[in-house]
């Protein structure tokens, strides 16, 4: 990696930054978000030469890492048919207000839902949606765009795990994040009201701590 135009000082500084960069970075990652950035090593590489101080910038600017890998493939089923109406506050399951509004109101009855998989990783530091939803774990299109979809798919997992079982939600009072066309939901097992809590919350309203969940559909 050198180039006659660059001093030796300099092209040394670059081979530390570039060191420094990847060794910090792989260090935290998972295999499957290592892959990714090892792409965008490979996608970066064309530029060594007259462009190699541009393409150190550019890694210099990679998105920080918040998630650890937890599952690449979570297995949601096909669905026949379901009518959201039901996904309502029981026995078992509380739903905010909010999370009517935002996302409940507007999902209607879905028939011949193909299966699906998700990917979800868990926080490893505190991080607003902005620096989650950036994250090399978090697929490129993550975003549940059909509210429809969505609830039926929500209802299947926690129908999975109705009484707090283990299972792809997180079960230990940590929330469950999901990002759903233009909010955010969030899902936690409250053992002390023995049943599931939803609701939605604005983007970046405010950070998530360490431990929470975050789901993105692959």
Known sequence: MSNSNISGAKQ??????VTSIVTTKLATLDAAAGDRLIGKLAELAAQVGPGIIAAIDQLSALPPVVLKLVNASVQLDA??????????????????????????????????????????????KNAYDQEIKADPVMPANHVFESESEFVAHLDQMISKQ????????????????????GCVVRVRWNSDGRGWDVSAWSLDDDDWDAGYRAFGCN
């Open 162 to 181: 109705p009484n707090g079982e283990d299972g792809d939600l997180n079960n230990e009072g940590y929330w469950n994040i999901f990002y759903v066309a």
């Open 12 to 17: 040394r500084q670059i081979n530390a930054t």
């Open 79 to 124: 669905i026949a048919s379901y009518d959201p109406s039901g996904f309502k506050t029981r026995k078992g399951l509380w739903v905010s207000d909010d999370f009517h509004r935002r996302v409940g109101s507007k999902a209607k009855p879905v028939k011949d839902l193909g299966a699906i998989t998700l990917t979800s990783g868990d926080l490893v």
